[in-house]
């Protein structure tokens, strides 16, 4: 029987944390220089519509393209870490460590493990790893991006 509430799934719970991964804004002025050396070759066949038409489509295109890339957003809420529609019930976290940038970028290489879910974000240098205790599950850890890996390990910790 319905308890009377329309709203979705999830739609009372408290958000601890969020915090959207975007890109940085010099990104922008780097796709508009690519868009514009790219329309420019098409100015180059001499054509009446290539003079203004590839600068009317690839620039606004270039500047969606980075703001896509930038809309990631990681979320701990209702007891759950919650990452581009992935989320990770905290309770199954059996440990977690906050990686610099350097050593994150060693975990997700040739030291990772192929099995483990990878969300991270190149522009964000950051982030944790999270062990799993699931029998469930053959993931054996998680690594996210974030700019401040020690609020989203208080966190988990505080969770668990």
Do not use: K, N
């Amino acid at each position: 029987m319905a308890t009377g509430s329309d709203s979705p799934p999830g739609a009372h719970e408290t958000i601890t944390y969020r915090e959207t991964l975007r890109t940085p804004w010099w990104w922008y002025l780097v796709s508009f220089g690519v868009a514009c050396l790219l329309a420019a070759e098409f100015h180059v066949g001499g054509l009446p519509l290539t003079a203004w038409v590839p600068f009317a489509v690839l620039l606004p295109l270039s500047a969606v393209f980075v703001w896509w890339l930038g809309r990631s957003r990681l979320e701990v809420r209702g007891g759950e870490l919650r990452i581009q529609g992935a989320h990770l019930p905290l309770r199954i976290v059996s440990g977690a460590v906050g990686l610099d940038p350097r050593t994150l970028r060693l975990v997700v290489g040739r030291e990772g493990d192929p099995a483990a879910f990878v969300q991270i974000r190149p522009w964000v240098g950051p982030g944790v790893q999270l062990w799993l205790d699931d029998p469930d599950d053959p993931t054996p850890y998680w690594v996210v991006s974030t700019r401040h890996p020690d609020r989203v390990l208080a966190l988990v910790r505080a969770a668990g």
